[in-house]
């Protein structure tokens, strides 16, 4: 029955949808969403947007939130759980129409289109109540729409709705997370890159970029009016970020005289975190003793400002080279897996093969994917997929690296880019598949 539907054109793209919508659901069968002290922020902020929780956290979200609780106060967060498992199944079965756009035959496109929807790291985030899944979905909607504005046979028409959705969708993801301000830049360089420079584009990138930043500059009008005390502060998002990369890099000495450092000496830390250093391997596991210390400190202490601009302004170049050291770990690091109450009868033997396939997938086989990726994308002049695809992969790839306080939160972050990182990782096994089948049905053809 599934051979026959395979062959049925039509009918493949429902039976991917309903098929990786099973999967997803079989992974969480009750819908009961995964929590983090993050998670309450988002809620607080859906409870009411005037919270002083705004000054850090963005409304797309908590909207969404907000939506599912007018449906059920005591169930929102499984609705919320269920919207997100679809969104997830929704953007697989798209991927599967541009593999299909690259004359990939129907079953090829299938098997790809399941491995990207049954990846655990996304369905393990598709039911947490963050912000992460929702930034990917959004990113990755930006991404394909921008893809095929660069195509160069589409008419005004089409472009002009393709341009509209870059805005808009980019737009949205920087009120999801403000870590996607700068995400425009790629789209934009991509675009440049892919056509010749003249008033048509000028007017292209000024649409895009009105609409992109129009929903950041609502926000912080309707903040403004809301609650005048609290500002746009780019050092709310970032300093956590330098100041714990600072300490597991042994730059304590640079933020003397802040609260910070006073803590430390005061706590009769500071032995240990002068000891602090980086070092560098494979995966960038984080040190022994360095989770136990950042739990030492308290929330206040750990955002200090003061010790964040003393970091930046005295030992500039120390904490870029700390912040990046670990950025080759965003792509070795492995995934996170459903809970033990995921997938109820699946044998033991079956669960075991599902998680050792993508923990090997994940490592090492990933970074070696993608670097055939750029090199058969480049051969065969898709420069296209290329160009927007490796600009979005190195802005969050790196952004995250140089914003977050150790490597162990990268199988998180890495979810905004993977529903992408993932389709370009796989289609050149797409394209070897195609050309072993095309020998296969030559030589019968033949015999």
């Not at 006073?262 to 009769?268: D, G, M, P, S």
């Not at 109450?341 to 970074?367: K, Q």
């Not at 790196?398 to 990268?410: I, N, V």
Request: a positive charge; aromatic letters at 16%.
């Amino acid at each position: 029955m599934v051979v026959s539907i395979v062959n049925n054109k039509k009918l493949v793209p429902f039976l991917l949808f309903f098929t990786i919508l099973s999967f997803s659901l079989w992974s969480n069968p009750d819908l009961k969403p995964i929590y983090s002290p993050d998670s309450y922020g988002y809620w607080s902020l859906a409870k009411n947007f005037q919270h002083e929780v705004s000054e850090i956290r963005p409304p797309f979200f908590p909207l969404l939130i907000k939506l599912c609780l007018l449906f059920s106060k005591n169930n929102w967060d499984q609705i919320l759980s269920l919207i997100q498992v679809i969104l997830h199944t929704s953007i697989v079965t798209l991927l599967f129409f541009v593999f299909k756009g690259f004359y990939l035959r129907e079953g090829v496109c299938f098997i790809l289109s399941l491995l990207i929807g049954f990846n655990p790291n996304l369905l393990y985030y598709s039911n947490y109540v963050l912000a992460d899944h929702l930034l990917a979905i959004l990113t990755t909607l930006a991404w394909y729409f921008t893809y095929k504005c660069n195509n160069q046979s589409i008419n005004v028409r089409q472009k002009l709705r393709y341009i509209i959705a870059i805005g808009i969708f980019s737009g949205l993801a920087i009120i999801t997370k403000p870590i996607a301000i700068l995400m425009v830049i790629p789209i934009i360089f991509s675009i440049i890159a892919l056509h010749k420079i003249n008033f048509n584009m000028v007017k292209t990138i000024i649409l895009i970029l009105t609409l992109n930043f129009s929903f950041h500059l609502s926000w912080n009008y309707y903040r403004g009016l809301n609650n005048p005390n609290l500002k746009f502060d780019v050092m709310n998002f970032i300093e956590n970020g330098i100041n714990m990369t600072a300490l597991r890099a042994g730059l304590v000495k640079y933020g003397e005289g802040t609260p910070l450092y006073e803590y430390i000496e005061k706590n009769n830390l500071m032995e240990e975190a002068q000891n602090f250093k980086i070092k560098m391997s494979y995966t960038m596991d984080t040190q022994p003793n360095y989770m136990d210390f950042k739990g030492s400190l308290t929330w206040e202490v750990a955002n200090d400002k003061q010790f964040a601009m003393q970091i930046l302004k005295k030992a500039p170049m120390e904490i870029f080279l700390a912040c990046i050291s670990n950025w080759h770990s965003f792509f070795t690091k492995r995934c996170f897996y459903p809970n033990q109450g995921s997938f109820p009868g699946m044998p033991d033997s079956l669960r075991y093969i599902y998680l050792l396939s993508y923990s090997l997938l994940y490592r090492p086989i990933l970074l070696i994917l993608i670097i055939a990726a750029v090199y058969i994308f480049k051969e065969k002049k898709l420069l296209n997929i290329l160009y927007l695809s490796a600009g979005l992969t190195l802005y969050a790839s790196l952004s995250t690296a140089m914003l977050t306080p150790h490597g162990g939160e990268f199988p998180r972050y890495r979810v905004w880019i993977e529903y992408i990182l993932w389709f370009c990782s796989l289609l050149p096994l797409g394209f070897l598949f195609q050309t072993i089948l095309d020998k296969i049905k030559w030589k019968n053809y033949q015999s």
